[in-house]
Every structure is written in C-alpha cells, then in structure tokens.
C-alpha cells in the first residue's frame, strides 16, 4: 500500500520567510513524487514533480529516499502563495495525494 | 496546456434521482481518465480510474453499480452518480493523463436534498 503524509494541515508566515511544507511517504517500490497546488476558486495543478528537478515559483523539492521525504521549500514566501498544497505519489497506476497543507503568507 | 473541463460545475438534486456529470479532455486525447472524490477540507479520494473502450477499475470500497462510468471516447468519460441520496452530496473531480502528469478538471459540486 502506499500512502502520503503531510503533518502540518495549516501553515503560516510572513512575507519574505523561509517556508517548508513538509511531505513523507510510504511505498514499497521507486515512487514518482508531485507536488499539486490549488489556488483559491481554481483547480488543482501540478506545482512541480521530483524527476524534473526544476525550480517553479521559486519552490524546489528534493526526494530523500532516506528519510521517505520530498519536503517543498521556498527561501522567500511571497503572498501570492498563499494557497493549499498537496503532496502527491504516483505508485501502481494510481495518484495518492496526501491530506493537504494551506499555506497562508501573511503580509 | 492541456485543459480538462466538467459539467455541470454544480448540481442539486433530489434524493432518489441520478446524476450525469460529466469529464472532457479539450485539447488532447486522454486514453485514461481518474473519478476523485473530496470531502470538505479533507484530501482527493481516487474512486476510479477510467479506460477509454473499457471497464472502470474502481478503488476498493466505491459501488460500481451505484457510481457508473462510461468512457466511450478519448476526449469523454461520464460519472452517474445513480439512486444519489445526501451522504452522496460531495466534490467530484475528474483528470486526464498525459504521459505521467495529471490534469484536473475544475470539479462538480453535488448536492443531494
């Protein structure tokens, strides 16, 4: 079975702080891992996903096997992040998402 | 990009009745598509996952008689929803895959009176 956890359901900072949204899973094989953004009143869509490797909005997120982690990070929250994240691992021809983290940058 | 779109964006409707919604790739075609559930403030529950010219894979646990899905083309699967009653009344979600990515459609908000 593969799952996802996200500890933190609710998460907030000021403006230009460091954020980390953090993301831990359980699977038995190589999992493919997605990080999904939902903006308020707009659809889920893909935020960045590990094998790319890429930097999107400033957000970067690094697979740690070790650890079962891809924790998303940012150096400098701006407000317009402000949105709910998911973490999400695709295993056995299906995405699992885990439960989300909304993230508020206040100004 | 790739846009999914859904229809109805929202419907109510009387216990006992069914419910049509459906889920549309606009610009590309989608040989699979996924049925989510969500609950509010709570995750995305795959309930099923589509073929095009096939049967659904439905999740342990989801009613295959009761949640229908029908792909009969590859820009097209429909969620019915049959016989809905009130603990029906949630978000339903469809996406459309494109290689390893997943694109969401926008969502259909249910309400079962």
């Known amino acids: 079975a593969q799952r996802v956890t996200q500890p933190e359901k609710l998460l907030s900072v000021f403006k230009g702080a460091p954020v980390e949204l953090k993301c831990n899973y359980s699977?038995?094989?190589?999992?493919?891992l997605f990080w999904y953004v939902q903006y308020s009143r707009q659809r889920l869509q893909l935020l960045l996903r590990?094998?790319s490797r890429e930097s999107i909005k400033g957000f970067t997120a690094d697979l740690n096997k070790g650890e079962t982690s891809f924790h998303l990070k940012k150096p400098f929250a701006q407000e317009e992040d402000s949105a709910m994240y998911y973490c999400a691992l695709f295993g056995g021809s299906r995405l699992t998402f885990g439960e989300g983290t909304q993230l508020t940058v206040n100004p | 990009g790739a846009v999914v779109s859904q229809h109805p964006s929202w419907v109510i409707c009387k216990s006992g009745t069914s419910v049509k919604i459906e889920c549309r790739s606009l610009d590309f075609q989608a040989t699979t598509m996924f049925w989510y559930r969500q609950f509010p403030k709570q995750s995305l529950m795959l309930m099923a996952t589509s073929n095009e010219g096939s049967k659904a894979t439905y999740e342990q646990g989801v009613e295959k008689d009761k949640f229908l899905i029908n792909h009969a083309s590859l820009t097209l699967s429909t969620l019915t929803v049959t016989s809905a009653h009130p603990e029906d009344s949630s978000f339903y979600i469809c996406?459309?895959?494109?290689?390893?990515?997943?694109?969401f459609g926008p969502g259909t908000r249910l309400t079962v009176l």
């Open positions: 590990h094998i």
């Open positions: 996406s459309a895959s494109v290689g390893d990515t997943q694109y």
């Open positions: 699977y038995s094989g190589s999992p493919e």
